[in-house]
Each structure stands twice: as structure tokens, then as C-alpha cells.
């Protein structure tokens, strides 16, 4: 199984950027999905997750009203939109799935956040 994350960049405060991962190699669909960051020096941290059906999410008090997770089951992929961006959102950004009892990580998608 394979998650591979997208859509990291370099993007001015204020400014908006959509991550995606994508699930592969499984027979089976992902139940929660999430993204996770973290920044140089401090441990990683959950960002948001999302529900198998997409009708549950979750969020860090810190990105409350600026992320928005969902995800495509179709595609099997996972989406954060993050607006609003902060400098303190710099951090290399991580999806999470759980498939059955198993659990996956991404390789990482930096985002850096200039003031």
C-alpha cells in the first residue's frame, strides 16, 4: 500500500493551497483518513481527519475554520484546502489511512508559508 501526498509549495501569507494523497495498492478502501504536519524541531501533530463516508471531520483548533478535508473514495484519495495561510502552517505536511487494522503514512509534502 502506497499513499502518495501532493501539492506542497511556497506560498505567500494569506494564500491557499490544496494537498491531495492518494491511496494505492489496496483491495480494500481506506477508512479514516487525516493529515498530520510537522515543523522543524517540534513533534508531529494532527491537522484533520475525515470519516470513511466523509460525514465526520475533525480539526485542529489552529486550523479551524481555514482547512477543509474531504476525500474522493472513488479516486481514493484524501484533499486538504488550506486558505488563509499562516506562517506558523509551514511544516512538512503527512496523510494518515487506516485500511482494515492497518495503518499508512505518505512521504510528505513540504508547505512553506512566507510573511
Known amino acids: 500500500v502506497q499513499l502518495q501526498a501532493s501539492g506542497g509549495g511556497l506560498v505567500q501569507a494569506g494564500g491557499s493551497l490544496r494537498l491531495s494523497c492518494a491511496v494505492s495498492?489496496?483491495?480494500?478502501?481506506?477508512?479514516?483518513m487525516g493529515w498530520y504536519r510537522q515543523a522543524p524541531g517540534k513533534q508531529r501533530e494532527l491537522v484533520a481527519t475525515?470519516?470513511?463516508?466523509?460525514?465526520?471531520?475533525d480539526y485542529a483548533d489552529s486550523v479551524k475554520g481555514r482547512f477543509t478535508i474531504s476525500r474522493d473514495n472513488a479516486k481514493n484519495t484524501v484533499y486538504l484546502q488550506m486558505n488563509s495561510l499562516e506562517p506558523e502552517d509551514t511544516a512538512n505536511y503527512y496523510c494518515?489511512?487506516?485500511?482494515?487494522?492497518?495503518?499508512?503514512w505518505g512521504q510528505g509534502t513540504q508547505v512553506t508559508v512566507s510573511s
Open positions: 494518515n489511512a487506516w485500511i482494515r487494522l492497518n495503518n499508512y
Open positions: 495498492g489496496s483491495d480494500f478502501g481506506a477508512n479514516t
Open positions: 475525515i470519516s470513511r463516508g466523509g460525514g465526520s471531520t
